[in-house]
């Protein structure tokens, strides 16, 4: 039971000797949102991740970019973005997508300062993203990497799945084509802008902007609550 699991995870102890922004997060995390909360009333963090490559062990982090949704509302001046340095980083093939250097990257910050100010932003907020288990598991391996035992226990939301949830109550799961719900695809079928798209910031805030499109169309198959919008 969804219920059972998210109890049991706040339950779980945090290490003595655990950084001070894990403490926060824990303590954040023990007055997470009630399934009950209205939707109009919910904290979401949209984010997304830049990556070496689509390995969670051996691919690290470039870059990571996240926006808050408040009351229905983009909050364009709640953001949080970073690059994360990769000093010496090789090119990959990646670089074609995302478009970032290995000179930039030299420039950026440590890989534990871009993880305790991701941490510290997203709170005990609902985590939103394009296909979002990936980025939750990138971060993951961040925490793992500077020697945080716990992993990410927000609440999360994914946008292609909810978008397939909403769209296609009826539909036969065998006639699903995975390219219609691609963020590009989302965006072209909600008349969402996509001028910045391929870069973390760019695709969270494009992410956000669907996941409101997604949210009305959520209301009018009547669901209200956090509770409901896990479900499924």
């Not at 939750?136 to 925490?143: E, T, Y």
Request: proline residues 3%.
């Amino acid at each position: 039971m969804e219920w059972l699991k998210e109890f049991i995870n706040q339950l779980q102890p945090v290490d003595k000797n655990a950084p001070a922004f894990w403490h926060r997060y824990s303590a954040a995390l023990k007055e997470q949102p009630s399934r009950d909360t209205p939707l109009s009333e919910a904290e979401f963090v949209v984010f997304d991740t830049e990556t070496t490559g689509l390995d969670q062990r051996r691919d690290k982090v470039l870059s990571i970019g996240a926006i808050k949704v408040r009351e229905l509302q983009v909050l364009v001046s709640d953001t949080f973005e970073c690059l994360v340095q990769q000093e010496g980083a090789p090119a990959t093939k990646s670089a074609e997508v995302h478009g970032l250097l290995s000179s930039q990257l030299e420039g950026g910050i440590p890989e534990r300062e871009a993880v305790e100010g991701f941490i510290d932003f997203i709170g005990n907020a609902v985590l939103v993203g394009q296909h979002v288990a990936f980025d939750i598991g990138m971060v993951n391996q961040m925490l793992k990497r500077q020697g945080i035992s716990g992993k990410l226990r927000n609440r999360s939301v994914d946008t292609a799945h909810l978008a397939i949830r909403l769209e296609r109550r009826h539909a036969d799961s065998h006639t699903l084509k995975t390219a219609e719900y691609s963020l590009d695809a989302l965006c072209e079928r909600y008349n969402l802008p996509t001028e910045d798209r391929h870069t973390a910031s760019g695709d969270a805030f494009a992410t956000a902007l669907l996941l409101l499109k997604l949210l009305s169309l959520a209301k009018k198959r009547g669901i209200t609550t956090l509770g409901e919008l896990m479900k499924g």
